[in-house]
C-alpha cells in the first residue's frame, strides 16, 4: 500500500509504504498473497489491506503529516480484485468509533475474507458459461469490452454464488479494489467508476451501465449488489468524520472516484489521443487512449478514466523482460551493453529477418514457440547469426504490439 502527498504546483510533499508480507507478518502472505494448493485460486485478505491502511496513516500522523491541509483525495488498487460487505455492514462503516483503529471495527464485515484478485484463474467454466450465454466470445466482447477471462470479477462473483450460495446471499454489496479503498474514506459505499468497471465483464462499454444479460449470467439480484457505475473523475462525497476526528482531516476534504491501477496510469501518465505507452516489464503492457475502439478477442477495451465519452485499449504480452532477457544471455553474454551495440549494429527492417519469440504461451496472439523468417517468408532454423537474431526479436515484438493495437482501433498519426 502506497501513499503519496502532493502539493497544487504537483510537488511531492510525502511519500510512504506499508509492505505486506514484511509489515503485516501476522497474515502469512507471500507477496500480498494466498497461492491456494489448485495453485490456480489466488487471494488477499481483506483485513490485511484495512490493517495496511491504518498503519500507513499512523505512520503519517507520527512523521506529524499535517492532514488538515489535505484538500481531495482519489486512489488507485489493482484491477479484477473484489470484496465482499456482509448484510449490515454499511452501518458499521459510517458509524465506525475513531477511538479504533478502522480493522478493529470491520472485522465481522466481510462475507468472503479472502478476496480473489487479478492473479486468479480458477473460473474457466464460469467464463465459457459467461461467453455462450451472450451469443460467443466476441458478442461479449462488443458488449463489455473483453471476452471472458477468469480473473474479471464478473467470473469470480459468479463462482462464489455458484460454490457459496449462502454466502452470496449474505453479501449485501460488492466492490472492486478501488471502490473498496474509496469506501473506507468515504464511510459509505463508494460507487464504482466507468473505467474500472470495464474489467469485470459486466459493464456495457458504449451505454456506460450494467449489462442485464451479463448479469443475470453470473448471479441473481447483482445490480442491487454493485450500485450505480460513475464517471471515474466524479467527486463522492466529503470525507468520514472518522478520519476528522482520529487524524485531524479537514471535514471539507473530498473523496474523488478511486479507479483500477491501469487507467490511473493512463492518467497519472497525461496520455492523449493519439498516444502510446508501452510498459516493458516481466510482461509488456501496452495501453492507448482511443476515440473508436473496435472489440476484439484479444486484449481489452476499457472507458477513458479522464473523458468517459472516450475509451483506452490496454493490451498484455506475456513474453516480455523475460524473452529479452533469454536472448540477452544467449547472444550477448548477459550483457545489455552488448545487447544495445549488437541492435545498433544492424539497419532497421533487419534486411527481411523477421522472428517472434514465445518461450511461454501468448496472451496476444495465443501462440507459442520460436518462428523465424527470412526476406523470402521462408522458415529459418536453427537461428539467426546472434545481431539479427536481436534485432529480430525486438523488431518482431515491438511489430506485434503496433498490429494489435490497430485492430483495436488505434490510428498511427501521421
Not at 504546483?9 to 514484511?22: A, S, W
Not at 468472503?112 to 487479478?118: A, G, H, K, L, N
Request: with cysteine; net charge neutral; charged share 20%.
Amino acid at each position: 500500500l502506497k501513499v503519496i502527498a502532493i502539493d497544487e504546483q504537483l510537488r511531492v510533499i510525502y511519500e510512504d509504504n506499508v509492505h505486506f508480507d514484511k509489515d503485516l507478518p501476522e497474515f502469512k502472505t507471500q507477496g500480498g498473497v494466498y497461492i491456494h494448493s489448485d495453485r490456480l485460486t489466488v487471494t488477499s485478505p481483506v483485513l490485511m489491506w484495512v490493517k495496511a491502511l491504518d498503519m500507513i496513516l499512523e505512520k503519517m500522523k507520527s512523521s506529524g503529516f499535517d492532514f488538515s491541509q489535505v484538500r481531495a483525495m482519489s486512489g488507485a488498487g489493482q484491477q479484477h480484485g473484489s470484496v465482499y460487505w456482509k448484510k449490515g455492514s454499511i452501518q458499521i462503516l459510517k458509524n465506525a468509533s475513531s477511538e479504533l483503529p478502522l480493522h478493529q471495527s470491520l472485522k465481522g464485515c466481510f462475507s468472503v475474507s479472502d478476496s480473489p484478485i487479478w492473479m486468479d484463474s480458477s473460473t474457466a467454466s464460469q467464463c465459457r458459461a459467461l461467453e455462450t450465454a451472450l451469443g460467443g466470445a466476441q458478442h461479449l466482447a462488443r458488449v463489455t469490452g473483453s471476452r471472458a477471462y477468469e480473473r474479471f470479477t464478473g467470473n469470480q462473483i459468479a463462482k462464489i454464488y455458484s460454490q457459496n450460495p449462502e454466502v452470496y446471499k449474505q453479501t449485501e454489496r460488492i466492490s472492486l479494489v478501488s471502490s473498496f479503498a474509496a469506501s473506507l474514506f468515504l464511510g459509505a459505499y463508494a460507487p464504482i467508476d466507468y473505467s474500472d468497471g470495464s474489467g469485470m465483464n459486466l459493464l456495457q462499454i458504449w451505454e456506460k451501465a450494467w449489462s442485464k444479460p451479463c448479469l443475470d449470467a453470473c448471479a441473481p439480484g447483482l445490480e442491487e449488489r454493485l450500485g450505480c457505475p460513475v464517471p471515474s473523475h466524479s467527486v463522492l462525497g466529503p470525507i468520514s468524520p472518522y478520519y476528522s476526528q482520529r487524524y485531524g482531516f479537514s471535514p471539507d476534504c473530498k473523496i474523488v472516484a478511486f479507479t483500477g491501477d491501469n487507467p490511473a496510469s493512463l492518467a497519472g501518465m497525461r496520455l492523449q489521443e493519439g498516444d502510446i505507452a508501452i510498459s516493458l516489464g516481466t510482461s509488456d503492457t501496452l495501453f492507448l487512449w482511443i476515440q473508436e475502439p473496435t472489440p476484439a478477442l484479444e486484449g481489452h477495451i476499457l472507458c477513458n478514466p479522464v473523458d468517459s465519452q472516450t475509451y483506452m485499449a490496454l493490451l498484455c504480452f506475456k513474453n516480455g523482460s523475460l524473452m529479452r532477457e533469454r536472448i540477452r544471455d544467449e547472444c550477448a553474454s548477459g550483457s545489455w551493453d552488448e545487447f544495445s551495440k549488437a541492435l545498433s549494429s544492424t539497419d532497421a527492417g533487419n534486411s527481411g529477418n523477421l522472428g517472434f519469440y514465445f518461450d511461454v504461451m501468448e496472451i496476444t496472439p495465443e501462440a507459442v514457440g520460436i518462428h523465424r523468417f527470412n526476406r523470402e517468408n521462408q522458415k529459418v532454423v536453427p537461428r539467426f547469426p546472434k545481431e539479427v537474431e536481436i534485432r529480430a526479436l525486438i523488431e518482431g515484438q515491438f511489430m506485434a504490439k503496433r498490429i494489435h493495437a490497430e485492430k483495436l482501433g488505434y490510428k498511427v498519426c501521421k
